[in-house]
């Protein structure tokens, strides 16, 4: 069964594709076939377990976040952590798998790929970073 795709969502991911008219350089036909591809490639079905981290992963790096930073995380923090990690990673993944997968295509302008990809990681995970650092802060 597949998925269907976000609406809204799908149109944001533009992944800089040239929008121009056709003037008989095969343009137009490139950027369609990358499109196409986009399209097909989001509505493919990703295994949720396969776009998780494991706990044990997750606890992997909070404790490296600890170590890096000498501190010791409170446990409402350390769920907040836990939470949003939880969240965010497979939201991540199923935003940058068709990104990632068009990187290689012909035609693909990488520095477009490349905004894309920025763009696309920033709105995913500002809303997961703002809720840990409101939560880092509400244990001061």
Excluded at 7 to 28: I, W, Y
Excluded at 104 to 116: C, D, H, I, M, Y
Aim: hydrophobic residues 35%.
């Amino acid at each position: 069964m597949k998925s269907e795709p976000q609406q809204g969502k799908q149109e944001s991911h533009s992944f800089g594709v040239n929008k121009r008219s056709s003037q008989g350089d095969g343009t137009q036909c490139k950027s369609n076939a990358l499109r196409n591809r986009y399209e097909d490639i989001m509505e493919e079905e990703m295994d949720p377990a396969q776009l998780a981290l494991s706990s044990e992963d997750i606890e992997n790096v909070i404790e490296s976040i600890e170590q890096e930073y000498g501190a010791i995380l409170t446990a409402d923090l350390k769920k907040a952590m836990r939470e949003e990690i939880t969240t965010a990673v497979p939201e991540l993944t199923r935003a940058l798998v068709p990104l990632i997968s068009l990187a290689g295509a012909e035609g693909s302008s990488t520095e477009k790929l490349r905004q894309e990809w920025v763009r696309t990681f920033m709105e995913v995970m500002l809303p997961h970073m703002q809720k840990i650092v409101s939560a880092s802060q509400q244990q001061q």
